[in-house]
T-cell receptor, first 112, second 118 residues
Framework: DAKTTQPPSMDCAEGRAANLPCNHS???????VYWYRQIHSQGPQYIIH???NNETNEMASLIITEDRKSSTLILPHATLRDTAVYYC?????????????FGGGTRVLVKP | GAVVSQHPSRVICKSGTSVKIECRSL??????MFWYRQFPKQSLMLMAT?????????EQGVEKDKFLINHASLTLSTLTVTSAHPEDSSFYIC??????????????FGQGTRLTVV
C-alpha cells in the first residue's frame, strides 16, 4: 500500500472548519483514500473514503486533487468531540483480506 | 454500520499467565480479521491477519508462539497472549472487513482491549 504523510498535530477552534491534509504521492490507480479517526482509548472509527471524486457524508467532506497525490479531510464545524487522531490511509479495495496500514496520523485538538 | 465487538475491554493479569481476547463480528460474517497493537502515543501496528479455517499470517517480528490466534468461525477470532510479561502491556485492537468487497468501507474496528501485565 502507498505511504501517506500527515502533519503530526493541529489545533482548531470549536465551530470552525478543520482542514486536515494528507500527501499520498505514490498512490496507485486502484487505491482508495480512507480516513479514520481514533478517539482516546477507543478503536478507530471510519469517516469517509474516495477514489478520485470529492465525497461528502454526514461526518465530513473529502477533497482529492486531480492528480490524486494529495487529499484534504474537512470537518465543517468542529466540536470538542472531534478531538482525536485522524489517519489517512490508501488501500486497494476489492478483497476482504486487504489490510489497513496506519501511519502516524494527525492529532487534532479542538479548542473552545 | 457493521459492528465489531471485543471482550474484555480491560484486563489485568499476572506475569507468566495467559490472556485471551475475543473479537466478534456481530452482524456480518468475516472470513478475515486483523489484530493490531498500540503502545501509548503511537500508531496502530498490525500484528497478524486471522483467516477463518486456516493459520494466521503474522507480521515480521511478531512471535506466533506468543500471540496465538484462532479464527474458528466466521464471527469469532481470538488472540491469546501466552506467558504474558509487563512489556506485553498494550492496547490490542481487532478489525474485520466486510466480506466480498473488503471495503470500500475498509474495515470496522472493535473498541479495543487494554492489557496490563503486573
Amino acid at each position: 500500500d502507498a505511504k501517506t504523510t500527515q502533519p503530526p498535530s493541529m489545533d482548531c477552534a470549536e465551530g470552525r472548519a478543520a482542514n486536515l491534509p494528507c500527501n499520498h504521492s505514490t498512490i496507485s490507480g486502484n487505491e482508495y483514500v480512507y480516513w479514520y479517526r481514533q478517539i482516546h482509548s477507543q478503536g478507530p472509527q471510519y469517516i469517509i473514503h474516495g477514489l478520485k471524486n470529492n465525497e461528502t457524508n454526514e461526518m465530513a467532506s473529502l477533497i482529492i486533487t486531480e492528480d490524486r497525490k494529495s487529499s484534504t479531510l474537512i470537518l465543517p464545524h468542529a466540536t470538542l468531540r472531534d478531538t482525536a487522531v485522524y489517519y489517512c490511509i490508501v488501500r486497494v479495495a476489492g478483497a476482504a483480506g486487504n489490510k489497513l496500514t496506519f501511519g502516524g496520523g494527525t492529532r487534532v485538538l479542538v479548542k473552545p | 454500520g457493521a459492528v465489531v465487538s471485543q471482550h474484555p475491554s480491560r484486563v489485568i493479569c499476572k506475569s507468566g499467565t495467559s490472556v485471551k481476547i475475543e473479537c466478534r463480528s456481530l452482524d456480518f460474517q468475516a472470513t478475515t480479521m486483523f489484530w493490531y497493537r498500540q503502545f501509548p502515543k503511537q500508531s496502530l501496528m498490525l500484528m497478524a491477519t486471522s483467516n477463518e479455517g486456516s493459520k494466521a499470517t503474522y507480521e515480521q517480528g511478531v512471535e506466533k508462539d506468543k500471540f496465538l490466534i484462532n479464527h474458528a468461525s466466521l464471527t469469532l477470532s481470538t488472540l491469546t497472549v501466552t506467558s504474558a510479561h509487563p512489556e506485553d502491556s498494550s492496547f490490542y485492537i481487532c478489525s474485520a472487513a466486510l466480506p466480498g468487497t473488503g471495503g470500500p468501507f475498509g474495515a470496522f474496528f472493535g473498541q479495543g482491549t487494554r492489557l496490563t501485565v503486573v
